[in-house]
């Protein structure tokens, strides 16, 4: 069953406004990540908030976590032209074996 | 900062031809895992790997995929016979219990 979705699927801002994402899962989790693809490139992990952390801050990022909606959302402060890119939940799951089950993603374009 | 290395950065290979591709995951972690994503397409789980065997492993995954931990480097993912549809990214991951590190990335380009 599909885990991480991501809303919305495009955001497009100005520079330095904020952008914030969300991501709604389905099941039980043990951690979520958020990561950042530039077109074509690979996946850069950029924080990873764990099912019993309701907060996490790293830099220009904070993520939050609701386990009772199963949801999470990602703000972006400030946001930079350099900020565009594809942003993606993954959701952990420990059933038997480790997986992280991305979503869509959300498609952030930052206007300089 | 450790991270985690896949070669080579892009492979052409011919439709029924085997390709191999190459990761050195992150030196103290103990998970594994392949996942592919077609262009314009979200990122697949393909498999994941623990204590030299499979944990496990998605619909996409079937027998003309294989993994191996040939030494204590390196992580492979071996298609036999590859097809059209196999063309995409791959990406390797290594994980402990501090989130999963993706690679760049293989492109495979099956022709």
């Known amino acids: 069953s599909q885990q991480g979705e991501e809303d919305p699927q495009a955001l497009s801002i100005q520079e330095g406004e904020n952008a914030t994402m969300n991501c709604s899962y389905k099941?039980?989790?043990?951690?979520l990540q958020w990561y950042r693809q530039n077109s074509g490139r690979g996946l850069v992990h950029l924080i990873l908030?764990?099912?019993?952390?309701r907060e996490k801050h790293s830099g220009r990022l904070r993520v939050t976590l609701d386990t009772s909606k199963k949801s999470s959302s990602l703000l972006i402060t400030a946001s930079r032209a350099a900020d565009t890119a594809s942003y993606f939940c993954?959701?952990?799951?420990?059933?038997?074996?480790?997986?992280?089950?991305f979503g869509a993603g959300t498609r952030l374009f930052v206007k300089a | 900062e450790p991270e985690v290395t896949q070669t080579p950065s892009h492979q052409v290979t011919q439709m029924g031809q085997e390709v191999i591709l190459r990761c050195v995951p992150i030196?103290?972690?103990?998970?594994f895992y392949w996942y592919r994503q077609i262009l314009g397409q979200k990122v697949e789980f393909l498999v994941s790997?623990?204590?030299?065997?499979?944990?496990?492993k998605s619909e996409i995954f079937d027998d003309q995929f294989s993994v191996e931990r040939p030494d204590g480097s390196n992580f492979t993912l071996k298609i036999r016979s590859t097809k059209l549809e196999d063309s995409a990214m791959y990406f390797c991951?290594?994980?402990?219990?501090?989130?999963?590190?993706f690679g760049q990335g293989t492109r495979l380009t099956v022709v």
């Open positions: 030196s103290n972690h103990l998970y």
């Open positions: 993954a959701t952990d799951t420990n059933t038997g074996g480790f997986k992280t089950i």
């Open positions: 991951a290594s994980s402990d219990w501090g989130g999963a590190f």
């Open positions: 099941t039980s989790i043990n951690n």
């Open positions: 790997f623990y204590n030299n065997e499979i944990s496990e």
């Open positions: 908030i764990r099912s019993n952390e």
